[in-house]
C-alpha cells in the first residue's frame, strides 16, 4: 500500500512505529477522556503491538512521501463478527494525525487506505465512534459516507445529585417540565392513554 498524495505515504504499521503510534492513542484518549484518560504509553503500545500482522486488523500510518521517516498520522480497524447474524463488519478503533500541515489531507488518505482495506476483506458495513465535541473526525466520518446511528448516553455518580438540584430549583421558580421527564402526552413515547 503506498497511497503517496499531498506529500504523504501510506503503509503498514511496524514494530519499528509502536512508540509513535502509542503517542497517538494517547493523543486519542486526551481527547475522549479528558482527565480521565489512559496515558501509559507502555500499555498502548502493548495493545497495538497484539494487533500488528494479526489477521483482521489493519493498522496504519502515514509517513513522508519523500522518506520513511517516524510516523505522522495512524489508522486502525478491527474486523468483527455479529455473534447472532454472522455478518462480518469493521470497527474503526482509531485515526490520528500530526499537528503539521496537511493533516486534513493526510486524514482523508488514511480513511480512504481503511475504506479500502474494509472493501477488500468483504466487510458489509464500519462502525466508528468518536467524541461528540470532535468536530474535525465527525467531519470526516461525514465525507467519507457514515452516518450517526446510535447516542451513547453516559451516566456518571454525582449527576443524579446535580439534576435533583436543578429540578428543585426550577419547581421553586415555577419552572416547566422538562422534555421527555413525564410530559408526554397521549400517544407519544412514554405518553400514556389520557390525563
Known amino acids: 500500500m503506498t ?22 492513542e494517547i493523543e ?43 510516523p505522522v498520522g495512524w489508522a486502525w480497524l478491527s ?29 482523508e488518505l488514511l480513511m480512504a487506505a481503511v475504506m479500502r482495506a474494509a472493501d477488500e476483506a468483504g466487510y458489509s458495513r464500519l462502525t466508528g465512534k468518536t467524541h461528540a465535541r470532535n468536530l474535525g473526525m465527525r467531519a470526516l466520518y461525514r465525507k467519507f459516507g457514515f452516518e450517526a446511528a446510535h447516542i451513547t448516553m453516559e451516566w456518571r455518580a454525582g449527576a443524579a445529585q446535580a439534576a435533583r438540584d436543578a429540578d428543585t430549583a426550577a419547581a421553586g ?4 417540565e422538562a422534555e421527555g421527564a413525564g410530559g408526554a402526552g397521549p400517544g407519544e413515547p412514554g405518553g400514556g392513554a389520557g390525563r
Open 3 to 24: 497511497d503517496d498524495l499531498g506529500g504523504f505515504r501510506i503503509r503498514p504499521a511496524r514494530e519499528e512505529d509502536l512508540d509513535a503510534i502509542a503517542g497517538f
Open 28 to 70: 486519542i484518549a486526551r481527547v475522549s477522556f479528558g482527565d480521565e484518560a489512559i496515558e501509559d504509553a507502555a500499555l498502548h503500545r502493548k495493545r497495538v503491538a497484539a494487533a500488528l500482522g494479526r489477521p483482521g486488523e489493519v493498522t496504519l500510518v502515514a509517513v513522508a512521501a519523500r522518506d520513511d521517516g517516524p
Open 79 to 107: 474486523g468483527r463478527t455479529n455473534s447472532l447474524t454472522g455478518d462480518r463488519y469493521g470497527n474503526f478503533r482509531s485515526l490520528a494525525t500530526a499537528d503539521i500541515p496537511g493533516r486534513s489531507e493526510m486524514a
Open 173 to 176: 421558580a415555577g419552572g416547566a
